[in-house]
């Protein structure tokens, strides 16, 4: 059964996914980005190329998403998926049921620091930035087409339409790993998933999973879930961490029409 650790870009997926394996699978809970292929992110074409070979069609693989999930289940392994995904129906063909999800890990990040990681990682203009978290209609292309739509909308579906869904805010991460941590470790113990890791090894990992060891990792060639700028060149895909602070970072029209649209979600969240 698939466990989904999903959220909008650019909202800690990538952070919580890096402690997950490590605390999986390295020998001393040391966070180490070759273990992020365990925790695989959907749809990827191989997921849905024997299916079909139109990936830039939701009409087309909308078809598929439930059987590429029961192929993935033929392991009778609990699968952890990473997904930018919108949780939701494609001309009637479910993104995901019951029969293939055991559960879901949510991180959800203010929209106001993640326009501006969006910004920098696709190399957007501040009006492509913002249309980007506010468009309903909005999707990813990198090798295959995803389903995005806007910021608001994404967390509606996954937090509103899901009962066995863990929320995880970014802002909880920088204040207190550790209690984080064993947030998500106590959701998957109710899980039946084993998760009786040893203090040092939880410990490792949380020195380890600092924003500044991710970006020494990413400067000595350690991460290769990296774009490619228009200019051929990789983008840093570890930027601002803590520094991404919108009260300076972000102009007050772009703040206003985010807070403005989001207000019923940032309200719930506790960012107004």
């Known amino acids: 059964m698939i466990i989904w650790l999903a959220s909008y870009p650019k909202s800690g997926n990538t952070w919580v996914r890096s402690i997950l394996t490590s605390l999986f699978f390295s020998k001393d809970g040391n966070v180490d980005f070759k273990h992020l292929n365990s925790f695989p992110k959907y749809p990827n074409p191989e997921h849905l190329i024997e299916f079909t070979k139109d990936l830039h069609s939701f009409d087309e693989m909308s078809k598929y998403w439930l059987a590429s999930q029961e192929k993935l289940n033929l392991n009778q392994k609990t699968n952890f998926l990473k997904t930018h995904h919108l949780l939701a129906a494609w001309k009637n063909n479910n993104f ?27 190399s957007y203009t501040d009006e492509e930035a913002l249309k ?47 209690k984080e941590i064993y947030k998500i470790l106590d959701y998957l113990n109710k899980l039946n998933i084993k998760t009786n890791f040893s203090e040092e090894r939880i410990n490792n990992c949380i020195k380890t999973s600092s924003f500044s060891n991710f970006q020494d990792m990413e400067k000595k060639g350690l991460f290769d879930e990296y774009l490619i700028g228009d200019d051929n060149q990789k983008k840093t895909f570890f930027k601002f961490g803590e520094k991404n602070d919108f009260k300076i970072l972000l102009n007050e029209k772009i703040r206003y029409r985010l807070e403005k649209e989001f207000k019923k979600e940032m309200k719930e969240l506790n960012y107004l």
Do not use: C
């Open 96 to 122: 995901t049921n019951s029969k293939n999800t055991l559960g879901a890990i949510y991180i959800v990040r203010d929209p106001r620091t993640v326009f501006t990681s969006v910004k920098n990682h696709f």
């Open 132 to 178: 980007m978290m506010l468009d309903k209609n909005w999707s990813l292309i990198n090798g295959i087409k995803t389903m995005l739509s806007s910021w608001g909308q994404h967390y509606f579906s996954w937090v509103k339409n899901n009962k066995n869904v863990l929320l995880i805010k970014y802002e909880d991460m920088v204040n207190d790993l550790r």
